[in-house]
Structure formats: structure tokens, C-alpha cells
Nanobody, 126 residues
């Protein structure tokens, strides 16, 4: 059983930066992948970025080159550095975990999430 706590959201102007954190606690047998998802008002939740237990990462096309995901397994924390933010990045951001057999498995989608964290609001507006 894992517990995830996301934090670091806030309000910024376009072009600004935020760093989200996802603190993971609890115990699970085997490795797990972590993903960040976001949900804008009136829209479905979508994947933003994910990272495998061994550090392989994926990004949605809309954030490629602006966002960077990283993890510190010793501190059980995953980070999402968000730069060059635009209004379309506004939404509630959720971190999530998927149990996996493979350390290099970074594929995590809304339908295969095992644990969700609570959301943190990100607002990009001038």
C-alpha cells in the first residue's frame, strides 16, 4: 500500500516556473512507476509525464522541452519541474503510482494507476 502526497502548486504568470513534489510513503513489493496527470475544468484527466523506478521518463507532447521529471528513490520523492508555463497548463495536478515488475517500466495511464495522490492546483494567468 502506497500513499502519495503532491505539493508545490500555485499561481504564476505566463513564462513562470513551478516545481511540484510527490512524496511517496508506505510499502509495496517490487518497483513502481510514478506519473503526473492534470485535469483542467471541464476536461478529462490527462497524462503529463511519467518516470520509471530506474529513471526512464516520458512526456506529453504539449510539455516536451518545458517540463522535467525526476525522482530521488532514497527520499521517496518525485519532482516535476515546470518551466515556461502557459495558460493551457492550468489545472489540478495529480501524482500517481503504478506497481510494476520492471524497473524500467515508465508506462502509466489513468486506467492502470494503482494509487492516486491528492491534487495540487496550478494556475497560469496574467
Amino acid at each position: 500500500q502506497l500513499q502519495l502526497v503532491g505539493s508545490g502548486g500555485g499561481s504564476v504568470q505566463p513564462g513562470g516556473s513551478l516545481r511540484l513534489s510527490c512524496a511517496v510513503s508506505g510499502f509495496t513489493v517490487g518497483p513502481y512507476a510514478i506519473g503526473w496527470f492534470r485535469q483542467a475544468p471541464g476536461k478529462e484527466r490527462e497524462g503529463v509525464s511519467s518516470i520509471s523506478f530506474s529513471g526512464e521518463s516520458t512526456y506529453a507532447e504539449s510539455v516536451e522541452g518545458r517540463f522535467t521529471i525526476s525522482r530521488d528513490n532514497a527520499k521517496n520523492t518525485v519532482f516535476l519541474q515546470m518551466n515556461s508555463l502557459i495558460p493551457e497548463d492550468t489545472g489540478v495536478y495529480y501524482c500517481a503510482a503504478k506497481r510494476t515488475y520492471y524497473r524500467s517500466d515508465s508506462e502509466i495511464m489513468t486506467y492502470n494507476v494503482d494509487y492516486w495522490g491528492q491534487g495540487t492546483q496550478v494556475t497560469v494567468s496574467s
